[in-house]
């Protein structure tokens, strides 16, 4: 009995590993990675452990298995985050990349902010937190490669 428990909790913990989102965090590997597959770039700006709509907007959509099934075959995501908690805290090497990122496309300090861009890092368009259902919410973000 106790071997087939452990079969199971094992087998549970491979399917839900297979689907958690891919992000990037290096913007020069996310526009290699779009130029090669040709699918754009989804950029998020995120306070992962301050802000409450960035929060919502990864449980609501970015978790979920349709918006990750989705993601996967047609955007490069790129997550761009500024956390407050010291235990949360990034390398000065990402910290400071991060920075460049919002100098040149989140100069207003939005937060969560959703850039769209092409794979030369041209933005396409931008949104943020939505109450959306996953598929609604795509279908937000592929109406700005039209």
Known sequence: MYRHLTFLIFFCLFCLSGMSQD?????????SKSK???????????GSDWCAPCIKLDREVWSTPVFQKYAAKNYVMLQADFP?????ELSKEQ????KILAEEYNQKGIF????????????LGQTGYKRLVPEA???ELDSYLN
């Open 23 to 31: 992000w990037e965090t290096s913007f020069e590997i996310a526009k």
């Open 36 to 46: 090669k597959t040709q699918t754009p770039i989804i950029l998020v700006f995120q």
């Open 84 to 88: 407050r908690k010291k235990i949360n």
């Open 95 to 98: 910290t400071t990349a991060n």
């Open 112 to 123: 969560p902010l959703v850039v769209l861009l092409n794979e030369d890092g041209k933005e």
């Open 137 to 139: 919410y795509i279908k």
